[in-house]
């Protein structure tokens, strides 16, 4: 997707503190952190959102990421949250995909 942010992270176009990567995924730091560790990981070929008939083997292997994201970002002891925005009422503002890891220091019990 030649607009997208994301893709063009993933090509190197435009820079990002990227933390893992794989052949079909990228994890690199959200550039408006809302928590200590705010990480997000996307797949490397451009899906809107998880409504745009993600496969399901890519889907799995993206949340495989997620504990290994965590361990190298050092709260997978002490705990994180996983977030997928999707569409509009979501807020979701990048229409690439992606998965945010969060933590660093607690979180209020809430909503979610
Ligand atoms: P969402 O609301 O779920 O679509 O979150 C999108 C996140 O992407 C948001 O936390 C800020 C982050 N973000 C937006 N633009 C960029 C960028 O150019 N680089 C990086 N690293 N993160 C970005």
């Known amino acids: 997707m030649d607009d997208c942010i994301f893709c ?7 820079p990002g503190t990227i933390i893992y990567e794989d052949e079909y995924c990228l994890a690199f730091e959200d550039a ?4 200590p560790v705010h990480t997000l990981i996307v797949p490397k ?6 409504a745009d008939d993600v496969p399901a083997d890519l889907l799995g292997h993206l949340f ?6 965590a361990q190298i970002k050092g709260v997978a002891d002490s705990g994180y949250r ?3 925005n999707t569409g509009d009422d979501a807020a979701q ?3 690439h995909l ?3 890891v969060c933590g660093g ?6 909503m979610f």
């Open 82 to 84: 996983t977030i997928v």
């Open 64 to 69: 495989s990421v997620v504990p290994k994201v």
């Open 93 to 95: 503002t990048v229409k």
């Open 32 to 35: 408006n952190p809302q928590m």
């Open 8 to 14: 063009k992270i993933v090509s190197g176009e435009i």
């Open 98 to 100: 992606h998965i945010h």
């Open 45 to 50: 070929e451009h899906y809107a959102s998880l």
């Open 105 to 110: 220091e607690p979180m209020k019990e809430g």
